[in-house]
């Protein structure tokens, strides 16, 4: 069963950083489309950042020069770099991994980032 597992959510004071991870089992990972996702309460799951099996990546406009996204294909692992954190960026953030050529979609379980003094 495939799995996503994020990890590095936590706590933050405004203006903080952190940065999360996740790591996949049992899927190529090297050829899959991967991003984060994040919800806030109320509100709509939202695409926060997307990189490419070919590294190419994209940003909401909220978060461009903040966040960075990467990957380790030897590690099968994404990452979300924030810094400078701001109280909106509170939200349940969530790792995806998509493969359009056969409509595979896969989903983390999610983890808490809170940005409050």
């Known amino acids: 069963q495939v799995q996503l597992v994020e990890s590095g959510g936590g706590l933050v004071q405004p203006g903080g950083s952190l940065t999360l991870s996740c790591a996949a089992s049992?899927?190529?990972?090297?050829?899959?489309?991967t991003a984060w996702y994040r919800q806030a309460p109320g509100k709509q799951r939202e695409l926060v950042a997307a990189i490419t099996s070919g590294s190419n990546t994209n940003y909401a406009d909220s978060v461009k020069g903040r966040f960075t996204i990467s990957r380790d294909n030897a590690k099968n692992t994404v990452y979300l770099q924030m810094i400078n954190l701001k109280p909106e960026d509170t939200a349940v953030y969530y790792c995806?991994?998509?493969?359009?050529?056969?409509?595979?979609?896969?989903w983390g379980q999610g983890t808490q980032v809170t940005v409050s003094s």
């Open positions: 995806n991994a998509h493969f359009s050529k056969y409509d595979l979609d896969y």
């Open positions: 049992r899927i190529i990972f090297s050829i899959f489309t």
